[in-house]
């Protein structure tokens, strides 16, 4: 029989070794956000089948959510756009600067109006940021000639290193 002191020191060892091989848990914190942003649109190439160019935008962010993540960030994004027929297709890269001067840099895939945001790395309090979501055009419009701009609304997850 095991004494009580000897089975209480072998239940501590094994919640403190269950501790050292459990990986460090990083927090999800939703967001739920709205940006909007003008830039120039440039054509690469265009005929009647295809179309391919690049734009590039700056614009600021609004959160939606009572967390206020990323609220009152500014942005400045770079795309490559392909238009074949009525199929609309867009890889950007966008650098978000919060108002403290910390960096996130994201990915964002648009096929049709629907796009996929994934977040590739950040400074300061995003260093180590993953996640990502998906976003949904809400306007488009454009200005002058070369020109165009937009709001969409984002909602996804973030996850920082604890």
């Not at 002191?5 to 269950?18: G, Q």
């Not at 614009?59 to 942005?75: A, L, P, R, W, Y």
Request: aromatic content about 8%.
């Amino acid at each position: 029989m095991i004494s009580n002191k000897r089975w209480m020191m072998e239940a501590v060892a094994f919640v403190f070794s269950l501790l050292l091989i459990t990986p460090i848990a990083k927090a999800e914190t939703p967001y739920d956000v709205t940006s909007c942003h003008s830039g120039t649109i440039k054509v690469l190439y265009g005929d009647k089948e295809m179309t391919i160019l690049s734009g590039e935008g700056w614009g600021i962010i609004m959160s939606n959510h009572e967390n206020k993540v990323f609220d009152n960030c500014t942005f400045h994004v770079m795309a490559v756009i392909q238009v074949m027929g009525e199929k609309t297709t867009e890889t950007s890269f966008l650098k978000m600067m919060d108002p403290d001067g910390d960096i996130v840099m994201t990915e964002i895939t648009r096929v049709g109006t629907e796009s996929i945001t994934k977040f590739l790395s950040g400074t300061g309090k995003y260093k180590g940021i993953k996640g990502g979501g998906k976003s949904q055009r809400i306007v488009y419009g454009r200005i002058p000639p070369n020109s165009a701009a937009a709001c969409s609304r984002g909602i996804g997850t973030i996850e920082l290193p604890k």
